[in-house]
């Protein structure tokens, strides 16, 4: 039986111009602004393609619009372009998302590499479907707080998805949030 995804969990967009679309994206359908930055140079992931990225909500999941601005050559590059960058899935437990990477392998379909961290700081694996549309397949993406901002995360680093310790990998999340509320805490007091 097949790994059923959860739900579509964001879209990836290449745009021309990052303060207009924010603007469209906000002021036009209320949509409301988690994050944006400029990407490092040396960055892996997305960067490689991406020069700035906007993350916009409608709720309290850290983004349901990736919106970013490509490197100047990267339309040239295949599989990049203005429009669609990529489709993202949510799968409902760390276990069904391994069984959909192992299913993914046992059936020869283009695993393009498997991440950890940036924006919504998720466990993910990014394939190829037979067209070549990039796609992400997720658990366990961040939530915005009472407070309306992201919680701090590592850089965007690859992984081994089949050696990864889900369980560390929430204990350190949570650790880090902790210590960024308190340290949140003792800025407003003093």
């Not at 203005?82 to 998302?97: D, K, N, Q, S, V």
């Not at 009472?146 to 560390?168: K, Q």
Request: proline letters at 5%; glycine letters at 10%; aromatic letters at 10%.
């Amino acid at each position: 039986m097949a790994v059923a995804v959860e739900k579509i969990g964001h879209i990836g967009i290449a745009v021309r111009d990052m303060e207009r679309t924010i603007r469209f994206y906000t002021e036009v359908l209320g949509l409301r602004l988690t994050e944006q930055f400029e990407y490092p140079e040396d960055e892996i992931g997305h960067g490689v393609a991406v020069t700035a990225g906007a993350f916009v909500r409608c709720d309290t999941t850290h983004h349901c619009i990736s919106i970013f601005t490509l490197k100047q050559g990267a339309e040239e590059v295949e599989g990049v372009g203005y429009g669609l960058h990529h489709i993202a899935f949510e799968i409902a437990t760390p276990e069904r998302l391994l069984e959909l990477y192992r299913e993914f392998k046992s059936r020869g379909v283009e695993i393009v590499n498997a991440r950890r961290g940036g924006p919504g700081n998720q466990p993910r694996f990014y394939a190829r479907d037979p067209d070549g549309n990039l796609l992400e397949f997720y658990w366990g993406i961040d939530h915005i707080g009472w407070d309306g901002r992201p919680r701090p995360y590592p850089p965007i680093e690859e992984i081994d998805l089949e050696s990864f310790d889900f369980e560390a990998f929430l204990a350190q999340r949570e650790q880090d949030a902790a210590a960024a509320q308190e340290q949140a805490s003792g800025d407003r007091v003093a």
